[in-house]
């Protein structure tokens, strides 16, 4: 029998149970957390009475945007605001508290015409109610038609001096320059999953709801930032009842258990490929999604990284998962740790349009035990994994024998004309920009005079091929073909010699007179 997932001391409304993200949005600046620059100005402006006429409020979901926007609308209406955040008890603090004419909320997904923005703007002329300011705040603004954005420029420019626009989008770069340069912009950053962490355990105490400590900083990552997806994964990890595990976090995530990941990661790291490819297929099998698993061991190889380089001071976990990456951080070295992030960061491309993502995500794993790598960190790896298992390598260098010289690279090419231009555009193909690839294929009229390879060139290609950065690159092409020619640049004939072309004509012609024309 399922047992309920309802909080027990979850507020209740029309029978529905209240998100612990809705029930805990902060109503004051104080509470606002990570978002620290923003806040100190906003206060700031309700404290010397100093608003503004526009706000931009830009940044990823969930970290504050709306709820910043919504305490800014209220303490600057407040009577006697408190460090900057409305105090709850004014005469206008009480008028605000529920449904009120003078904070308007709109969402621009759904009503983004220019009937809804001349709607708005038939409205501003009417004062507030009860308090100093009538606030719009206009959610998802990218999502205005064109032709709302333009309906929307001079009132947004010159508003009433009562009222207050706010405009709150995840995807500013939507949003045409000429919106964006009459707001006072803030940008939200991503959340410290550290004060994420803070933020559930808070939640979690007040609602009296018991868990192991070793959730917190999983809850925190999975939120990727933001507090509202971080504390909505929080509210499905809740049982009545029930103790939150770090094992029932992990199903409900998708994530792979602790010890599948210390499992697989020893396998790599000590280059154990048939272990490697058990323990993938092990994960595989319990219908894991593998760029989840790749996230999870990229995150436990950092966290070993870390204690690697700065000791266990920015480590976050229970007692015991500390001790475990300490003991791993001890048996590995830096360049082995960068290897394996490396090598798992860039396989989330190769998992999204795999047809088998558990393979691709196999062969990662192999490659990484085998480091195969082309950096020399991943060499010298191998060279000090093989001295750590009894085998000593020893420098043979001077009983080997000196090879011949090698020849010079150009001793069997061809040095005509034709053969060097050829290499030369074959240089280009691989090293310069296209253009001068592709005017270089088109000179078919190239020779060697002297110590000069003379090209002929037509008058739309003189002066590219006449360029100094064209020159340039010539030369560097000289210097890799190991060319020790002048490069000459001639301007092709294209007029006719009338006095040769007469007599030619003569000879054709036979007694045939021509009276020929010179112009």
Known sequence: MLKSRAIKTQAFFGGRAVELYRKYRPGTFDSVIGQNHIVKTLINQVEKNRVGHAYLFTGTRGTGKTTCAKIFARAINCLSPINGSPCGKCEACSALSGQNLDIIEMDAASNNGVDHIRDIIDRLKYPPVNGKYKVYIIDEVHMLSPGAFNAFLKTLEEPPSYVVFILATTEIHKLPQTIISRCMRFDFRLVPS????????????????????????????????????????????VREGERITYDDVTD?????????????????????????????????????IMSVVAKDLISFTKDVLLAKTTGKQLLRGSEDAINQ??????????????????????????????????????????????????????LEERIARIERNGVTIVDNSA??????????????????????????????????????????????????????????????????????????AVER??????????????????????????????????????????K
């Open 194 to 237: 550290a004060l994420i962490g803070e933020r559930i355990k808070q939640v979690y105490d007040s609602e009296g709801i018991q868990y192991d400590e070793d959730v917190i900083p999983l809850l925190s990552d999975a939120g990727e930032g933001s507090v509202r997806d971080a504390l909505t994964i929080a509210d499905r990890c």
């Open 252 to 288: 409900i995530l998708g994530t792979s258990k602790r010890q599948e990941i210390y499992a697989l990661f020893d396998a790599i790291i000590t280059g154990d490929v048939g272990e490697t490819l058990k323990n993938t297929e092990s994960i595989g099998r319990k219908g894991k």
């Open 325 to 378: 990456i300490l003991i791993r951080a001890e048996r590995c070295d830096v360049n082995s740790l960068v290897s394996v992030i490396k090598i798992f960061s860039s396989v989330d491309a190769d998992l999204r349009y795999s047809v088998s993502p558990l393979i691709t995500f196999e062969m990662t794993a192999v490659r990484a035990a085998r480091l195969y790598d082309s950096d020399v960190s991943a």
């Open 399 to 472: 009983q080997v024998k000196p090879t011949e010289p090698e020849q010079k690279k150009n001793d069997d090419r061809p040095m005509d004309a034709i053969g060097i231009w050829g290499r030369l555009t074959t240089y280009f193909r691989r090293n310069e920009s296209m253009s001068f690839y592709t005017v270089a294929g088109q000179q078919n009229r190239v020779k060697i005079e002297d110590k000069n390879l003379v090209v002929e060139a037509n008058t739309t290609d003189y002066d590219m091929l006449m360029s100094q950065p064209f020159r340039d």
């Open 477 to 518: 092409a000289f210097r890799d073909d190991d060319v020790t020619l002048n490069f000459v640049v001639e301007r092709r004939k294209t007029g006719v010699d009338m006095d040769r072309e007469s007599e030619r004509m003569k000879k054709l012609s036979g007694n045939v007179k021509f009276n020929i024309i010179k």
